[in-house]
C-alpha cells in the first residue's frame, strides 16, 4: 500500500508532466485546449462593437460639435466642446453610406431619410445645431448640389422664427412678426464711440472690460478724427460701462444703410439689397401654405422648393 510519501511524489510527477506539456504546446506556436483564445479575433470583435455602439450613439442620441467661429460669442465661445442631444427634436435617419468617424461615404447612394420622433418642439430661442443647406458655403464657398444634406458643415446658430413668422432687420434691429425684439444680454456687435476729447480709452481698460477694439477712424489725411471715434465690439452691458466713463461722450450702433456690401455674394434672397442690418421681411415656410412665385418672391423659394422639397418648376 503506497504511503503518504509516496503518493505526494507521484502528484508533484503528474503536475511536471503537465506543465511541460503546456510549455511545449506554448513553444509550438499552439494554445493549450484548455486556455481561452485571444489574439487579433478579440481585438476585432471589440473594434466592431466598440465602432458599432458610437455610430448609433451619435446618429441617434448624441453628437459632439465644437464651436469654430465668432458668431455665438458670448453666450458660445470659440473653441467650446458641445454635447448636442438629438433626441428632443427627434433624430434623422441616416441617407449616406460611408466609413463611421469620418468624412468619407459613397457618392450616388442616398437612402430615403426621415425624422423619428422626439419629445420636444424647437422654441424661439433655442441654440440649434444644422447642416447648412445652401450651395454656397461661407467657408468653404461654392458647395454642389449632389452633396447630401447630412454631409454639409455644421452651424451653430439661434433660433429667431418659427414656420410662419415674418422676421425683417431694420436698422440692426430684429423684427419678429412686427415687433422689435431687444439684444440679448451676451450679444455683441460693432459698437461707434466718440471720444470727449482727444484720448480714446486704453487697449488696458478694453481687457479689463473684455472689450474688442477694432480700430480709429481716420479723416482724409490718415489722421485719427477729432473728437477722437473709434470702433469697437461689445455686449450691451459692457457698452454701459463704456457710456458711464468721463472720457467717453457717446456710443451708438454701427448701422449698415440698405445697398451696403452689395459685392457681398452671400445675400438672402438673392440680388436683394439686404445685409446684416437691412434685410427685407421674409416669412418662414410652413407645412400646408400656399405661397404665390412672382418676380420678387421667386429668388428666396428657388431652392426650397427645388433642393429642399424635390420639385420641378418651370
Do not use: C
Not at 173 to 198: D, F, I
Amino acid at each position: 500500500m503506497p504511503t503518504t510519501e509516496t503518493r505526494r511524489k507521484e502528484r508533484a510527477k503528474r503536475r511536471a508532466a503537465r506543465d511541460q506539456a503546456r510549455g511545449q504546446a506554448d513553444a509550438n506556436g499552439k494554445a493549450p485546449k484548455n486556455k481561452k483564445a485571444t489574439g487579433w479575433k478579440e481585438t476585432l470583435r471589440f473594434w466592431v462593437i466598440s465602432i458599432f455602439v458610437i455610430v448609433v450613439v451619435r446618429a441617434f442620441l448624441f453628437e459632439p460639435y465644437r464651436i469654430p467661429s465668432e458668431s455665438m460669442e458670448d453666450t458660445l465661445l470659440v473653441g467650446d466642446f458641445l454635447l448636442v442631444s438629438k433626441l428632443h427634436y427627434g433624430p434623422r435617419t441616416p441617407n449616406t453610406l460611408g466609413i463611421p468617424l469620418t468624412p468619407i461615404y459613397l457618392r450616388g447612394i442616398q437612402f430615403p431619410q426621415t425624422r423619428l420622433p422626439g419629445f420636444s418642439e424647437p422654441q424661439r430661442g433655442d441654440v440649434i445645431v444644422f447642416n447648412y443647406p445652401a450651395s454656397q458655403d461661407v467657408v468653404r464657398g461654392r458647395v454642389p448640389s449632389t452633396v447630401p444634406i447630412e454631409r454639409r458643415d455644421p452651424y451653430i446658430k439661434r433660433l429667431v422664427g418659427l414656420p410662419g413668422d415674418t422676421v425683417a432687420v431694420l436698422d440692426k434691429v430684429v423684427y419678429l412678426n412686427g415687433a422689435p425684439q431687444p439684444l440679448a444680454p451676451t450679444q455683441k456687435q460693432t459698437w461707434e464711440v466718440t471720444s470727449a476729447g482727444n484720448e480714446r480709452v486704453s487697449t488696458t481698460a478694453f481687457e479689463d472690460m473684455d472689450i474688442e477694439f477694432l480700430g480709429d477712424l481716420v479723416g482724409p489725411d490718415g489722421r485719427p478724427l477729432t473728437p477722437r471715434r473709434y470702433r469697437v465690439i461689445a455686449t450691451p452691458a459692457e457698452v454701459e460701462g463704456l457710456r458711464a466713463r468721463t472720457d467717453v461722450a457717446a456710443v451708438e450702433p454701427v448701422v449698415l444703410p440698405e445697398g451696403a456690401m452689395r459685392e457681398q455674394p452671400f445675400r438672402f434672397p438673392p440680388g436683394s439689397a439686404s445685409n446684416p442690418d437691412q434685410f427685407p421681411p421674409v416669412v418662414v415656410p410652413r407645412a400646408g401654405e400656399t405661397v404665390p412665385l412672382t418676380r420678387e418672391t421667386w429668388p428666396g423659394l428657388a431652392e426650397i422648393i427645388t433642393r429642399y422639397e424635390g420639385h420641378e418648376v418651370q
